[in-house]
């Protein structure tokens, strides 16, 4: 309701309730909105000026990183910058926190919103992602049967068995995307989005990336809170060409 109020889009990730189609249940909705918002709304309906300043950002950054987590329980973030400032929207389950950040350091900031884990056992594999998507829908929920699939498309036995041992009971995920604002003012997503989990080993990123000759390989790693807030800002600092089609 704030964000309708100041006319703010919000990144889809934060996944507020739809609003009603009747006039009479937009109403109803409004005036719950605004009992429990009650010290952040006056009495002409005007929002606290810090939290409308903090809110105006999602639509001024040149800057978004989305999270999509599931740590403890489902729990979805935005963080959004430009130049000078920065917020943080955090929801979990119908509470959402916004509050200030730096415009600087993104990805260390988002990293923070997960358990802290040193890197997991194992080492980096890369292959071809359509092996891996291949073998991934033919095993279904069975380790053994993929490694037995990634074999059969092609992937070495060590390899195979790495991958497997890597993704065993995961604990945690979560996954990282990135939205970048051209000097038009379209904004672009960026090339790929990062995942994320961690096991009773330690954690893990998986990205794919596209190899010199066009084809798309997938990459997985063992992961620390460093690696893995470096590689969401490397793609932070790729933006797109000005001249292409935007998402908005």
Same mark, same amino acid.
């Given at each position: 309701?704030? =964000?309708?109020?100041?006319?703010? %889009?919000?990144?889809?990730?934060?996944?507020?309730?739809?609003?009603?189609?009747?006039?009479?249940? *937009?109403?109803?909705?409004?005036?719950?909105?605004?009992?429990?918002?009650?010290?952040?709304?006056?009495?002409? /309906?005007?929002?606290?000026?810090?939290?409308?300043?903090?809110?105006?950002? $999602?639509?001024?950054?040149? @800057?978004?990183?989305?999270?999509?987590?599931?740590?403890?329980?489902?729990?979805?973030?935005?963080?959004?910058?430009?130049?000078? *400032?920065?917020?943080?929207?955090?929801?979990?389950?119908?509470?959402? !926190?916004?509050?200030?950040?730096?415009?600087?350091?993104?990805?260390?900031?988002?990293?923070?919103?997960?358990?802290?884990? #040193?890197? &997991?056992? +194992?080492?980096?594999?890369?292959?071809? !992602?359509?092996?891996?998507?291949?073998? %991934?829908?033919?095993? +279904?929920?069975?380790?053994?049967? $993929?490694?037995?699939?990634?074999?059969?498309?092609?992937?070495? *036995?060590?390899?195979?068995?790495?991958?497997?041992?890597?993704?065993?009971?995961?604990?945690?995920? %979560?996954?990282? +995307?990135?939205?970048?604002?051209?000097?038009?003012?379209?904004?672009?997503? /960026?090339?790929?989005?990062?995942? @994320? @989990?961690?096991?009773? #080993?330690? +954690?893990?990123?998986?990205?794919?990336?596209? #190899?010199?000759? &066009?084809?798309? @390989?997938?990459?997985? #790693?063992? =992961?620390? %809170?460093?690696?893995?807030?470096?590689?969401?800002?490397?793609?932070?600092?790729?933006?797109?060409?000005?001249?292409?089609?935007?998402?908005?």
């Amino acid at each position: 309701m704030l =964000t309708d109020h100041l006319r703010v %889009a919000v990144p889809a990730v934060i996944r507020l309730p739809p609003a009603g189609f009747r006039p009479e249940d *937009r109403r109803a909705e409004l005036d719950d909105a605004m009992t429990e918002l009650r010290g952040l709304v006056d009495a002409r /309906g005007d929002v606290d000026g810090i939290l409308a300043g903090r809110l105006r950002i $999602l639509d001024q950054a040149k @800057w978004i990183i989305d999270v999509v987590a599931h740590v403890d329980g489902p729990a979805n973030a935005v963080l959004a910058a430009t130049d000078r *400032r920065a917020v943080q929207v955090i929801q979990s389950g119908q509470l959402v !926190t916004v509050r200030p950040a730096r415009p600087t350091a993104l990805g260390d900031q988002v990293v923070r919103l997960l358990p802290a884990v #040193s890197a &997991g056992y +194992g080492r980096s594999v890369s292959l071809p !992602t359509e092996a891996l998507r291949k073998a %991934a829908a033919e095993a +279904g929920t069975d380790p053994r049967k $993929l490694e037995t699939a990634l074999q059969r498309h092609g992937i070495g *036995r060590d390899n195979a068995h790495l991958i497997v041992v890597m993704n065993q009971d995961p604990l945690h995920t %979560a996954q990282f +995307g990135v939205t970048l604002t051209d000097d038009n003012g379209r904004r672009h997503r /960026g090339e790929h989005v990062i995942g @994320w @989990w961690c096991n009773d #080993s330690g +954690g893990y990123l998986i990205e794919e990336h596209t #190899s010199t000759s &066009g084809e798309p @390989w997938t990459t997985i #790693s063992p =992961t620390d %809170a460093a690696r893995l807030a470096r590689q969401i800002d490397r793609l932070v600092s790729r933006p797109r060409p000005a001249n292409e089609p935007g998402t908005a």
